[in-house]
């Protein structure tokens, strides 16, 4: 009898190692998800672990000999430190000293790399890249009348896109989107993950009993938001020449990874919300 190759009980593990962990990190999501302040907390702790894994990624080779570990923490606890007050200041009710507590804390991260020559402008980004997410999403949350369904319907147009980049990408494969960037990401991943998101926000907001038309089309647009921040983060891993941010999650990689896509739609849909007064769920009170 033929026993399996190695390959591909290996590729094999890897499937269900993706989908039990994928699954159980979206459960977990929606748990926290229906009390605002253990969304909070959560939205803190992850910034948390990506603080770590960011700061880790963009340092300086020299530095990273030079140094040893002791800076990286301390950079990963300005941002996470800089992160949890700002949201406190959110839910006190003055995000926008919030906004101004991560200004101040990049110039910190900024000084601190800059002692070391450790690629300072990377530091002091990571406070934006990783900060105004993590307050765009909690403010979603708790400052909407249906910012449990506002949040649950982003998460699902993310999850949507990412599931369906995925499997169209390996069912189908066909050319690389941009090769350089993301060697795995096809042009057929893309248009199928886009497509997933249309049908599975439509029939989110079918079943809250809104309007599923225009929820499609929102869903559509809105999961291009999805695709460039896979691709921003990406670039920057290409950038320091490492494939994965992490290993926290076996089958996805690191918290960053797993983030990437919500990071850039987090604040995006911030700004449609607060900015353009938008109603993503298209009906309701706004």
């Known amino acids: 009898m033929e026993t399996q190759p190695a390959s591909a009980r290996r590729s094999g593990l890897e499937w269900f190692r993706r989908v039990l962990f994928g699954l159980l990190l979206i459960a977990i999501a929606i748990t926290v998800l229906f009390r605002p302040l253990w969304f909070a907390a959560a939205a803190v702790l992850a910034s948390l672990f990506a603080a770590h894994e960011w700061h880790r990624l963009v340092r300086a080779p020299a530095a990273v000999h030079a140094a040893a570990h002791r800076p990286l923490h301390v950079q990963t606890a300005v941002t996470a430190l800089a992160i949890a007050i700002a949201i406190m200041l959110l839910l006190a009710g003055y995000g926008w000293a919030g906004i101004a507590v991560l200004a101040l804390s990049a110039v910190v991260s900024y000084v601190l ?23 765009a999403i909690v403010a979603l949350r708790i400052q909407q009348e249906q910012g449990l369904q506002t949040v649950l319907g982003l998460f699902l147009i993310v999850w949507a896109t990412d599931t369906g980049a995925f499997f169209f990408g390996k069912l189908i494969g066909g050319p690389r989107m941009v090769p350089h960037l993301s060697p795995g990401k096809t042009w057929a991943g893309t248009v199928g993950g886009s497509f997933t998101a249309a049908i599975v926000y439509g029939l989110y907001i079918g079943v809250l009993g809104f309007h599923m038309l225009p ?6 647009l809105f999961s291009v938001t999805a695709h460039v921040g896979d691709l921003l983060e990406s670039a920057v891993k ?23 896509s919500t990071i850039l739609a ?7 919300v607060f900015g353009f007064h938008l109603n993503p769920l298209f009906g309701g009170q706004s």
């Open 266 to 272: 987090s604040v995006a849909m911030a700004v449609l």
């Open 238 to 260: 290409r950038h320091f020449g490492k494939k994965d941010s992490g290993a926290m999650i076996p089958g996805h990689g690191g918290v960053l990874d797993r983030m990437d």
């Open 113 to 135: 790399a800059t002692r070391l020559a450790d690629n300072p402008l990377w530091h002091a980004a990571g406070l934006f890249y990783l900060g105004l997410p993590a307050l």
């Open 215 to 220: 929820a499609m089309v929102f869903g559509l």
